[in-house]
């Protein structure tokens, strides 16, 4: 499918691999206005562009759209397929998902989005004017409208069972120590996954290929660790995104200890950025006081000494100002192994002084 991409200088690279990662060929790639258009959010001298190219099949804009915005431009561009931020990330999902839990936090996400674009287009428009949903009558909308939230209510119920039924066995098994391995997608997670169980999940330069979390147990000097490799972050995460998939993150939650996993060749902006949004997404998560070691991955990509230094201790800087505690700060390198048996040694020490807390408190 080819398509057009809207999207802010910022996040230019991460818009066209999430695009790519759909699967769509990205025809051209226009800038965002400064000021959303307040019909269609991107320019009206747009619109008129795209109405010509025919080989166009889908308009991407990587931001979060209002209703109004998803009516309008579906309105003057029948023909072709509107995606904003959540529902390209929902896209992406999906290709992903192969639990019924993944399956079902995907589908409770679109439908809470889809609904009030449903009810935006029901109460604002007359029916003889709509295509589509209206053009079965006001009794029909009001049936998807019912059929909308009988399917959110069923799918909610579902996952607060899970929830249930997953807080129980994370207590039950409290004699096995937990690492959950978190952070940003495409920095590395699955790759620090397979070098501390020497196993080969699938790694790639698409993101989010890491939807439901894999577990695997390791042994460090007879300790037992079960780790778990989990969803990862993106800038701008969509609050949606957080809440369709509490159910997937709780695995943080409930873990002993969090591996973060930053990429260390990136910008220093980008970096800070990444950070602050990784931090803010475990406050939303309700996580605080739990012990994380932040992994500096693809240290390889860097080969000066120096510029590694002034990057960890950046990172250092920044991770202690936004969080406590922060055990310590690793360079590593799943391509060279670099720092892979280290940081096998931290995670023993800290499960160990956690193990110590807990007796000296209990």
């Known amino acids: 499918m080819k398509a057009v991409l809207f999207v802010s200088d910022d996040?230019?690279?991460?818009?066209?691999?999430?695009?790519?990662?759909?699967?769509?060929?990205?025809?051209?790639?226009?800038?965002?206005?400064?000021?959303?258009?307040?019909?269609?959010?991107?320019?009206?001298?747009?619109?008129?562009?795209?109405?010509?190219?025919?080989?166009?099949?889908?308009?991407?804009?990587?931001?979060?759209?209002?209703?109004?915005?998803?009516?309008?431009?579906?309105?003057?561009?029948?023909?072709?397929?509107i995606l904003d931020k959540l529902l390209l990330l929902l896209e992406i999902f999906a290709l992903h998902a192969g639990s019924k839990e993944a399956q079902l936090q995907i589908e409770l996400a679109k439908l809470k989005y889809e609904l009030p674009i449903i009810k935006d287009i029901y109460t604002k428009f007359k029916i003889n004017e709509q295509q589509g949903l209206l053009g079965a009558g006001v009794y029909g909308v009001e049936s998807i409208l019912r059929l909308y939230h009988r399917k959110i209510a069923k799918i909610s119920r579902q996952l607060e069972n899970i929830k249930k039924n997953r807080e129980q066995m994370l207590n039950r098994s409290t004699d096995i120590p937990s690492i959950a391995i978190a952070g940003y997608t495409n920095a590395g997670k699955t790759s620090i996954f397979n070098a501390l169980t020497s196993l080969n999940q699938k790694v790639d330069s698409s993101m989010f290929t890491t939807i439901t979390p894999k577990k695997y147990k390791i042994k460090v000097d007879h300790l037992g660790i079960m780790l778990i490799d989990t969803v990862g972050f993106i800038r701008g995460i969509p609050p949606q995104i957080i809440d369709a998939f509490f159910v997937t993150l709780?695995?943080?939650?409930?873990?002993?200890?969090?591996?973060?996993?930053?990429?260390?060749?990136?910008?220093?902006?980008?970096?800070?950025?990444?950070?602050?949004?990784?931090?803010?997404?475990?406050?939303?998560?309700?996580?605080?006081?739990?012990?994380?070691?932040?992994?500096?991955?693809?240290?390889?990509?860097?080969?000066?000494?120096?510029?590694?230094?002034?990057?960890?201790?950046?990172?250092?800087?920044?991770?202690?100002?936004?969080?406590?505690?922060?055990i310590d700060v690793i360079p590593t390198s799943t391509l060279t192994k670099y720092n892979i048996d280290k940081l096998k040694m931290e995670l023993k020490s800290l499960i160990n002084e956690q193990k110590l807390n807990f007796h000296l408190n209990g």
Request: aromatic share 6%; glycine share 2%.
């Open 11 to 81: 996040f230019l690279d991460e818009a066209s691999t999430l695009a790519e990662t759909a699967g769509y060929e990205i025809v051209s790639i226009l800038r965002l206005p400064k000021r959303p258009n307040p019909r269609y959010y991107i320019q009206e001298d747009r619109i008129a562009k795209i109405k010509e190219q025919n080989e166009i099949d889908t308009i991407i804009i990587f931001d979060l759209l209002k209703p109004r915005h998803f009516i309008n431009l579906q309105k003057d561009l029948r023909d072709k397929k």
């Open 250 to 326: 709780s695995e943080i939650k409930y873990a002993t200890g969090i591996l973060m996993i930053i990429d260390i060749s990136i910008e220093d902006t980008i970096i800070m950025d990444m950070l602050k949004s990784s931090f803010d997404i475990l406050r939303e998560l309700g996580i605080s006081g739990k012990p994380i070691i932040v992994v500096a991955n693809k240290s390889d990509k860097l080969n000066n000494k120096e510029l590694i230094d002034s990057k960890l201790n950046l990172i250092k800087k920044i991770s202690d100002e936004l969080y406590y505690p922060i």
